[in-house]
C-alpha cells in the first residue's frame, strides 16, 4: 500500500514537513534563546519544549528569561 499517491498525498507530506520542521526550530530556538537570556540550563529548556510544544514554549517565556 502506498501512503502518498498524488496531490493529497503530497501536500499532507508538505504539511508533515512543515510542521516537523517548526517544531525543530522550536527546540533550536529555545536552547539557543536559554544560553542569552536564562538563569537555568539551556537544555533543560529544550528537552521541556522537546515534551511538550507549546507548553513548554509557553513556561519558557514566562518562567525562564530573566
Known amino acids: 500500500m502506498v501512503l502518498l499517491q498524488g496531490a493529497g ?3 499532507a507530506f508538505l504539511v508533515w ?7 525543530v526550530y522550536m527546540v533550536y530556538w529555545t536552547y539557543k534563546d536559554a544560553q542569552r537570556n536564562s538563569q ?14 507549546v507548553l513548554g514554549l509557553v513556561l519558557y517565556l514566562l518562567l525562564g528569561r530573566n
Open 40 to 53: 537555568h540550563p539551556a537544555f533543560l529548556w529544550a528537552i521541556v519544549v522537546f515534551l511538550a510544544p
Open 17 to 23: 514537513l512543515l510542521f516537523t520542521a517548526l517544531f
Open 9 to 11: 498525498g503530497a501536500l
